[in-house]
């Protein structure tokens, strides 16, 4: 009963280090989503992929890239970390239908120094 | 663009009361509406949702919420708290993707706590 499964849970990064934040989903959704979650300023979207093939940006974009692999796994990149970019990242996926919830992962706590 | 505000940053609740969380949205067409439950160290399982007909919906847990047009409001409620029910609670409105898919936006979150 895996579902949402995103890795690392934990990372220590540098300013000006690059990571990647890898997401991979057993439920056969088309959507996937990277939300930020900040203190007092719940879940931000920041990119989000409607089906295999195309990525859209959220509200919250800039210093971020994606990567749509295939059908299972959507991967958020930061090519050069900020530490305005400490935060609880969430992957998540949700059915085709348009109406559907999103599923969301644990989480992935990420420090930028 | 759609919103969601929940006023209430933090409630404390003694044990076997009842409970109310407050959520008024923004959305110019016919809501998605969500209730997520998070708690501490873990990812969001959803509670409830709303799409369309009965106003009054039942989730997980004993809860249930009511979405309330003229106000723009949907509030969650439970008649008895249980001390699991500590966590964090956040409110959201979906808007559904053409494609498929459908991106929630968040409120920021009621803390819940529990008084035994």
């Known amino acids: 009963n895996a579902g949402v499964t995103q890795t690392p849970k934990f990372q220590v990064l540098k300013t000006g280090q690059s990571m990647t934040l890898q997401c991979a989903q057993d439920?056969?959704?088309?959507?996937m989503y990277w939300y930020r979650q900040d203190p007092g300023m719940g879940l931000r979207l920041i990119y989000y992929?409607?089906?295999?093939?195309?990525?859209d940006k959220g509200e919250v974009p800039n210093g971020y890239n994606v990567s749509r692999l295939n059908k299972r796994e959507f991967s958020l990149r930061l090519e050069s970390a900020a530490p305005s970019q400490t935060s609880v990242y969430f992957c998540a996926s949700s059915p085709e239908t348009n109406t559907g919830e999103l599923f969301f992962g644990e989480g992935s706590r990420l420090t930028v120094l | 663009a759609q919103s969601v505000t929940q006023p209430d940053i933090h409630i404390t609740v003694s044990e076997g009361a009842s409970l109310e969380l407050r959520c008024n949205y923004s959305y110019g067409a016919t809501p998605y509406l969500f209730w997520y439950v998070q708690s501490p160290g873990q990812g969001l399982q959803l509670l409830l949702k709303y799409f369309s007909g009965d106003t009054l919906v039942q989730g997980i847990k004993g809860f249930e919420a009511e979405f309330k047009r003229s106000q723009s409001s949907f509030n969650l409620r439970k008649p008895s708290v249980h001390w699991s029910d500590a966590a964090e609670y956040f409110c959201a409105v979906g808007r559904g993707l053409t494609g498929g898919g459908n991106t929630l936006t968040f409120g920021t979150g009621t803390q819940l706590k529990v008084e035994l």
């Open positions: 439920m056969n959704h088309n959507s």
């Open positions: 992929s409607a089906s295999e093939g195309t990525t």
